[in-house]
């Protein structure tokens, strides 16, 4: 168990409709990184935040934003929902904002666009 | 564009055996080069890492090889067992604030 909680796990949705993701960071753990796993592209980082700002950005959509509140749990919104958009989505945490510092990946959530 | 390229795809090996996962890259300003355990069911953990000022650091079984002039580095798993079975993604970063680039994973299967 790495620390990294997401929720939920599963999610199954229709083309077009928006959701969020949620994760909760190992305690103590400053910053947060959002990543999609899917079979055709690999790992891709989206988007990290560190202490509630946004530090680095990846592969993210315009459809899909991100955020880290004050208690530093992150929400991933994806809107206008495609197939394509089908995939594992992990969060990871680590005490720094350096990609230098070691990952802990949450459990992931599955989401199925149908 | 794929900037971490990673092979075999998959690789049965047995109990006992060495594993060996290969991953090439182009980007020279890469300088730290993690690599990713994952179980099914389960997000990747980070497993070794390794930069570019040594060739070959090694934990327990497990052991990168660094060929900086080749812009290549290798996982060798020594005396693999059937709990290692699992996907072994490579990655690569540069300057800690860059994205963690990952290869496309290799599924090791241990039969016993």
């Known amino acids: 168990d790495s620390g990294v909680t997401q929720t939920p796990k599963h999610l199954i949705t229709a083309t077009g409709q928006r959701v969020t993701l949620r994760c909760s960071p190992r305690s103590g753990d400053l910053s947060v990184y959002w990543y999609q796993q899917s079979l055709d592209q690999g790992l891709q980082f989206l988007i990290q935040?560190?202490?509630?700002?946004?530090?680095a950005k990846g592969n993210i959509l315009e459809r899909f934003s991100a955020q880290q509140f004050p208690d530093l749990h992150s929400e991933l919104n994806l809107s206008s929902l495609e197939l394509g958009d089908s995939a594992l989505y992990f969060c990871?945490?680590?005490?720094?904002?350096?990609?230098?510092?070691?990952?802990?990946f949450g459990p992931g959530t599955r989401l199925t666009v149908l | 564009q794929q900037q971490v390229k990673q092979s075999p795809q998959s690789l049965i090996v047995q109990k006992g055996g060495i594993s060996i996962i290969n991953c090439a890259y182009e980007n020279t300003a890469f300088d730290y080069f993690p690599w990713y355990q994952q179980f099914p069911g389960k997000g990747p953990a980070l497993l070794i890492a390794i930069r570019p000022d040594v060739s070959e650091k090694k934990e327990g079984r497990f052991t990168i090889s660094f060929n900086k002039s080749a812009k290549q580095f290798s996982l060798h798993i020594m005396d693999s067992q059937p709990g290692d079975s699992a996907t072994y993604f490579c990655a690569a970063t540069q300057g800690g604030s860059e994205k963690l680039v990952f290869g496309k994973g290799t599924k090791l299967t241990v039969n016993p």
């Open positions: 935040y560190y202490n509630g700002e946004e530090r």
């Open positions: 990871a945490s680590s005490v720094g904002g350096s990609f230098y510092n070691e990952q802990f």
